[in-house]
């Protein structure tokens, strides 16, 4: 078993996960983070790599990474000597996430983290995860559970549907209706909840990005740039890179820059008034925003441990983009590489072109490519395997 403790970042205890639960046993409201044993890697392919640092003791089939791209005319654009962490589809220069995000990374290796610890896994999405677990769950002999609002299903796609995923259909729900009943359906006892980016699963996977860039380029980047919803990814480099520190791998902490979406900006509101509390919005978020897996109610932000600590610790900014600017640099960026982004992905090209950050920029670009993926592979979107409109229909679900 690889040994690993996690560690609370406001108590400074180290203690042993339970399973599905990664909070502190003293309660502390933090974000703890899994401590290995020194930088080591081994001779598997894509994110197994890095097994050693990940929360697992094997690895499975799934072999894909993001790729790095750099190109001139993008340094122009946006101002600043860039590096891509391209997370997306266009096999011309060797990405291959068929999913288009980097969620089907994270939906990997929780599978794999839930296969090891006996249980089957229950989660709420409306996109881009429930697309990567219903995809990607045939790597495990587990079953997943999917619990998505109607209103989104017909938004869902698939290049080929896993059997042991169960797609299940909420009439009438909204995203937190989905929550709910999808922690409800974890009261049987062989099921648990994903938890997202407090999964230790999830995060350590997005932190093999600052292992492969070191890798690459050995060294870190000088900035780390990612539009974010929960904030995981950038959370997860930020995690990756002080882990090559904390062992002597590298001296140098990049520092992490975030963006968000006019008008549901929370994250870049609070970080640029100087606290750690979060605004309140009396609108629905979905109804108003264009990227709209930027709209996170519960970012982790304040939570110690979370976006405003590893703000401040690494000297970090905060910017938004509207839909327009948005909009616009994804033009741009479709005119440099024939790649089509995610509104998203479009939001961080537009909100770094507003930066002027000397040094090497990581820009994390995550949902990319699906007009390509559509004339390859022809995805199409899931059949439910159970529609229901409300916990009731929970009994019904095999
Ligand atoms: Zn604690």
């Given at each position: 078993?690889?040994?690993?403790?996690?560690?609370?970042?406001?108590?400074?205890?180290?203690?042993?996960?339970?399973?599905?639960?990664?909070?502190?046993?003293?309660?502390?409201?933090?974000l703890s983070n899994t401590v290995y044993q020194g930088f080591n890697v081994?001779?598997?392919?894509?994110?197994?790599?890095?097994?050693?640092?990940?929360?697992?003791?094997?690895?499975?089939?799934?072999?894909?990474?993001?790729?790095?791209?750099?190109?001139?005319?993008?340094?122009?654009?946006?101002?600043?000597?860039?590096?891509?962490?391209?997370?997306?589809?266009?096999?011309?220069?060797?990405?291959?996430?068929?999913?288009?995000?980097?969620?089907?990374?994270?939906?990997?290796?929780?599978?794999?983290?839930?296969?090891?610890?006996?249980?089957?896994?229950?989660?709420?999405?409306?996109?881009?995860?429930?697309?990567?677990?219903?995809?990607?769950?045939?790597?495990?002999?587990?079953?997943?559970?999917?619990?998505?609002?109607?209103?989104?299903?017909?938004?869902?796609?698939?290049?080929?549907?896993?059997?042991?995923?169960?797609?299940?259909?909420?009439?009438?729900?909204?995203?937190?209706?989905?929550?709910?009943?999808?922690?409800?359906?974890?009261?049987?006892?062989?099921?648990?909840?994903?938890?997202?980016?407090?999964?230790?699963?999830?995060?350590?996977?997005?932190?093999?990005?600052?292992?492969?860039?070191?890798?690459?380029?050995?060294?870190?980047?000088?900035?780390?740039?990612?539009?974010?919803?929960?904030?995981?990814?950038?959370?997860?480099?930020?995690?990756?890179?002080?882990?090559?520190?904390?062992?002597?791998?590298?001296?140098?902490?990049?520092?992490?820059?975030?963006?968000?979406?006019?008008?549901?900006?929370?994250?870049?509101?609070?970080?640029?008034?100087?606290?750690?509390?979060?605004?309140?919005?009396?609108?629905?978020?979905?109804?108003?925003?264009?990227?709209?897996?930027?709209?996170?109610?519960?970012?982790?932000?304040?939570?110690?441990?979370?976006?405003?600590?590893?703000?401040?610790?690494?000297?970090?900014?905060?910017?938004?983009?509207?839909?327009?600017?948005a909009e616009k640099a994804g033009e741009k960026f479709n005119e440099i590489?024939?790649?089509?982004?995610?509104?998203?992905?479009?939001?961080?090209?537009?909100?770094?072109?507003?930066?002027?950050?000397?040094?090497?920029?990581?820009?994390?670009?995550?949902?990319?490519?699906?007009?390509?993926?559509?004339?390859?592979?022809?995805?199409?979107?899931?059949?439910?395997?159970?529609?229901?409109?409300d916990k009731s229909g929970l009994e019904e679900i095999k």
């Amino acid at each position: 078993m690889t040994d690993f403790d996690l560690k609370c970042p406001e108590c400074n205890s180290f203690f042993k996960t339970d399973r599905f639960s990664f909070n502190c046993p003293d309660n502390c409201d933090s974000l703890s983070n899994t401590v290995y044993q020194g930088f080591n890697v081994v001779e598997e392919e894509g994110i197994w790599r890095y097994l050693p640092m990940l929360p697992v003791d094997k690895s499975n089939n799934y072999n894909k990474t993001p790729v790095f791209l750099e190109n001139q005319r993008f340094n122009e654009l946006v101002g600043g000597e860039v590096v891509i962490a391209f997370h997306g589809y266009h096999p011309e220069v060797g990405a291959d996430l068929d999913t288009c995000t980097f969620k089907e990374i994270e939906a990997v290796c929780s599978l794999r983290y839930a296969m090891e610890q006996g249980s089957d896994l229950a989660l709420a999405s409306v996109g881009n995860t429930a697309n990567a677990f219903l995809r990607y769950t045939h790597l495990e002999d587990i079953t997943t559970y999917i619990f998505v609002p109607e209103k989104t299903h017909i938004d869902l796609f698939c290049v080929e549907k896993s059997d042991n995923a169960k797609l299940v259909v909420i009439e009438d729900a909204s995203y937190s209706d989905a929550q709910e009943i999808a922690n409800q359906f974890c009261s049987r006892p062989d099921v648990s909840y994903d938890g997202g980016g407090r999964n230790i699963a999830r995060r350590d996977s997005l932190s093999t990005l600052a292992y492969q860039y070191y890798e690459r380029y050995n060294n870190l980047p000088d900035h780390y740039f990612q539009p974010i919803g929960s904030g995981t990814g950038a959370i997860a480099f930020y995690t990756g890179s002080k882990r090559l520190n904390d062992v002597g791998v590298v001296n140098k902490i990049p520092k992490i820059h975030i963006a968000q979406n006019n008008p549901f900006t929370p994250v870049v509101d609070a970080w640029n008034q100087g606290t750690r509390k979060l605004p309140t919005y009396d609108y629905n978020p979905l109804d108003r925003t264009y990227a709209k897996v930027l709209t996170n109610k519960n970012p982790l932000y304040s939570t110690t441990g979370g976006l405003y600590d590893i703000l401040k610790s690494t000297g970090g900014s905060a910017t938004t983009a509207t839909k327009r600017e948005a909009e616009k640099a994804g033009e741009k960026f479709n005119e440099i590489f024939n790649i089509d982004l995610y509104p998203a992905a479009e939001v961080g090209v537009a909100s770094l072109m507003k930066k002027k950050l000397d040094g090497k920029i990581l820009l994390n670009i995550t949902g990319a490519g699906r007009k390509k993926l559509k004339k390859d592979l022809n995805p199409t979107t899931p059949k439910p395997d159970y529609i229901i409109n409300d916990k009731s229909g929970l009994e019904e679900i095999k």
